[in-house]
């Protein structure tokens, strides 16, 4: 990660902060919603956005370890 400026740090970071947010106001949402539909179409949206998020950070500590042997 030498070669990453600190712009591009900071997009990824917005990135990260961006997918946490919709996966928990996805939970939120599917929480308040009666319908069975739409209740699982906000859980499913969840899903998604918190495995980009666990697959970005877990592919950054990959990145990192290599980096850094």
């Given amino acids: 990660m030498n070669n990453i400026s600190n712009k591009e740090l900071n ?3 917005d990135y990260l902060s961006w997918e946490l947010l919709m996966a928990k106001k996805c939970f939120e949402y599917s929480n308040e919603v009666q319908i069975q539909n739409i209740k ?5 949206a969840g899903k998604i956005h918190q495995q980009n998020y666990q697959v970005t950070l877990n592919y950054l500590g990959q990145v ?3 980096v850094n042997s």
């Fill in 11 to 13: 997009y990824i970071k």
């Fill in 40 to 44: 699982g179409l906000f859980d499913q």
């Fill in 64 to 66: 990192s370890q290599e």
